[in-house]
Nanobody, 117 residues
Framework: QVQLVESGGGLVQAGGSLRLSCAASGIRFSTYNMGWYRQAPGKQRELVAVNTSGGTTNYADSVKGRFTISRDNAKNTVYLQMNSLKPEDTAVYYC???????????WGQGTQVTVSS
């Protein structure tokens, strides 16, 4: 059974920081691209950052220079360090695991991030 369990969300003031974690089980973690997505109320889910199985990282323009995605393959965990948070970063953040060879695609349950002004 595949599980992606996010943690680390919460309420923070603008300019503050949070670190999200996503612990994966039931998959061969190192072979998956790991990504963070977010969905704000009334908006579509959008890609925030991805860390590929080869170690390449990509970011949405809106978070470049503020967010950092990293992974620890020994711990089957992907992280999202979020600095200089803005109210517009408020959303539910979802962890995603995607294998581009098998096309298997899994999602976590989401964690709420709220940034107050």
């Amino acid at each position: 059974q595949v599980q992606l369990v996010e943690s680390g969300g919460g309420l923070v003031q603008a300019g503050g920081s949070l670190r999200l974690s996503c612990a994966a089980s039931g998959i061969r973690f190192s072979t998956y691209n790991m990504g963070w997505y977010r969905q704000a109320p009334g908006k579509q889910r959008e890609l925030v950052a991805v860390n590929t199985s080869g170690g390449t990282t990509n970011y949405a323009d809106s978070v470049k220079g503020r967010f950092t995605i990293s992974r620890d393959n020994a711990k089957n965990t992907v992280y999202l360090q979020m600095n200089s948070l803005k109210p517009e970063d408020t959303a539910v953040y979802y962890c995603n695991a995607k294998n581009l060879q098998t096309w298997r695609d899994y999602w976590g349950q989401g964690t709420q991030v709220t940034v107050s002004s």
